[in-house]
């Protein structure tokens, strides 16, 4: 069954940082590309970033130079770290990963930035 469960969302104000963590599990985690997206409220889930098995990156034109994704494959994690944070960036980020023909989100953590 997998499983993937993010971590680290909260509330920061304008200009702040904050580091994303999405921990999963019955998937050979090192095989996939993982993704993170965001929805803000009433709007439509958008790409934030990917990260191949290889490491190759990719960004949303929004978050491009203030965000960076990583992995580390022995532990099973994908971390999303987010500085100079707007309020526009307000959203819940769900990780992502597709295995073949199946897709899989979690939860979701919520980032609320203040101004």
């Known amino acids: 069954q997998v499983q993937l469960v993010e971590s680290g969302g909260g509330l920061v104000q304008v200009g702040g940082s904050l580091r994303l963590s999405c921990t999963a599990s019955?998937?050979?985690?090192?095989?996939?590309?993982m993704a993170w997206y965001c929805q803000a409220p009433g709007k439509g889930r958008e790409l934030v970033a990917t990260?191949?098995?290889?490491?190759?990156?990719n960004y949303g034109d929004s978050v491009k130079g203030r965000f960076t994704v990583s992995r580390d494959n022995a532990k099973k994690m994908v971390y999303l770290q987010m500085n100079s944070l707007k309020a526009e960036d307000t959203a819940v980020y769900y990780c992502?990963?597709?295995?073949?023909?199946?897709?899989?989100w979690g939860q979701g953590t919520a980032v609320t930035v203040s101004s």
């Open positions: 992502n990963v597709r295995t073949g023909t199946r897709e899989y």
């Open positions: 019955g998937i050979i985690f090192y095989m996939y590309t």
């Open positions: 990260i191949t098995n290889g490491g190759t990156t």
